[in-house]
């Protein structure tokens, strides 16, 4: 895949990223009858934590868009709960939220069938509260995991943060990474098993952005992804490009560039007002996303803000959006921009016909595998 810098009015289209169809739309759904045979085979991905550490606040706030305020009424998870996430081709597992009492020694629970198909754990700690007896569950569940399956992404989400100072926030996220790492070194796991940890709160956007990095580790094409979004911005003089599902405003790609919070919440704030307008004066009655054809291959928006930074806003197909930051100086070569955005929105989808592809053989090699 190649982007070239377009001076004059030729455009150079040598390149060569297969053929098309014209309205090609990778379509992210299943029929009923599917959709409960394939359910185990999607990639699974874990909530646990102690009693009200906030799991289920997670999964609702991020995956079902119920306001923070909204989950101060959810009451104690007293059995696993599952769901299915499909919002898009890259957005799509199943997600397993268990109950704060859960014991491995329950004859309800079996721990080779949960962590089998395991890709990623997502264990939640309350800040605010006591965290001993939590990262001494946090052991057990993650060395009981990694026996079953050492292939699993385990991720410590130090939640409810927005009650501390920053100092705190520091020293926590401090101790408890110290104290989990000495609880593995104790036990002779250190050189195995390895932990990432994120500071996060259903108050602002640092719920979505540690579920990004979450997401981002289960999508097999990411490194391909990451590489589109470094051409564009190096060939079109962007600073910053994320690759959003829409839905949930979980940036499934970006530039390898550091992120920055401030800028990514800007463009979470973009996409919100740009579904608010397609809603209120486009062409779709019903308000869910998914469904509605005011967010098509026309939808775009442009916010200038004061300090020169141009936010652009391209959509890439009905679930992704591409949303960009530059520098208005820079915004003068639109038609370049344009031009290097459309060979990016063909190389993904071109990734999407892949990947379904790739589905096909799946479940063709599986059911040949039943006779």
Known sequence: MSFNRVEDESFNT???IGSLPKHYEYNPFVSDEDAESEKEDLPRLVLMGLRGSGKTSIQKVVFQKMSPNETLFIGSN???LKDVVNNSAFVNFQICDFPGHFDFTDPE??????FQGCESLIFV??????I?????????????????NNNIKFEVFIHKVDGLTEDTKMETQREIHQRANDDLIDSGDEQKIYISFHLTSIYDHSIFEAFSRVVQKMIPQYATLENFLNIIISTSGIEKAFLFDVKTKIYVATDSSPVDMQSYELCCDMIDVVIDLSNIYGLGEDPGLMNDPAFDDQSSSLIKLNNGTILYLREVCSFLALVCILRE????????????FMILRKGIHRLFELKEKEKESFQFNKLLSLK
Do not use: C, G, P, W
């Open 125 to 130: 700690i309350d800040a605010q509260d006591a």
């Open 78 to 80: 007293n059995s696993m």
């Open 329 to 340: 100086d820079n915004f003068e070569k639109q038609r370049i921009i344009d031009y290097n």
């Open 132 to 148: 001993a007896s939590a990262l001494n569950r946090l052991h057990s569940v993650v060395t009981k995991a990694y026996k079953v």
């Open 109 to 114: 629970y079996e721990a080779e069938s949960i």
């Open 14 to 16: 040598n390149f060569d």
